[in-house]
């Protein structure tokens, strides 16, 4: 069974920079990502990274504010976020996909473990 630990997260000004991690406890052969979820609103996702890290995607409202990254030898990934928003407060979850489910998905129910979210609030 793999689990997934976030880590990083906490209050900063909007306009600021924050970047969480997510350790996973073995190695990840497949894609992974990071989604979040505001208040009263549905969990969306963020960004995705291939098994091998070269291929990225990122939602259209991060895009070139936020960069997603993963070191396989460290069963890590990590999200750096820049020009933070108040909108951008959320709880950020990772998620991974199956084993040699090398393709990014957009879609929260292609992710079959999940970590327990860490916080990240932007105040104004």
């Known amino acids: 069974q793999v689990q997934l630990v976030e880590s990083g997260g906490g209050l900063v000004q909007a306009g600021g920079s924050l970047s969480v991690s997510c350790a996973a406890s073995?190695?990840?052969?497949?894609?992974m990502g990071w989604f979040r979820q505001a208040p009263g609103k549905e969990r969306e996702f963020v960004a995705g990274v291939g098994w091998s890290g070269g291929n990225t995607d990122h939602a259209d409202s991060v895009k070139g504010r936020f960069t997603i990254s993963r070191d396989s030898a460290k069963n890590t990934v990590y999200l750096q976020m820049n020009s933070l928003k108040p909108e951008d407060t959320a709880v950020y979850y990772c998620?991974?996909?199956?084993?040699?489910?090398?393709?990014?998905?957009?879609?929260?129910?292609?992710?079959?473990?999940w970590g327990q979210g860490t916080q990240v609030t932007v105040s104004s």
């Open positions: 073995g190695p990840i052969v497949s894609a």
């Open positions: 998620a991974a996909r199956r084993r040699n489910e090398w393709s990014i998905s957009s879609r929260q129910y292609d992710y079959t473990y």
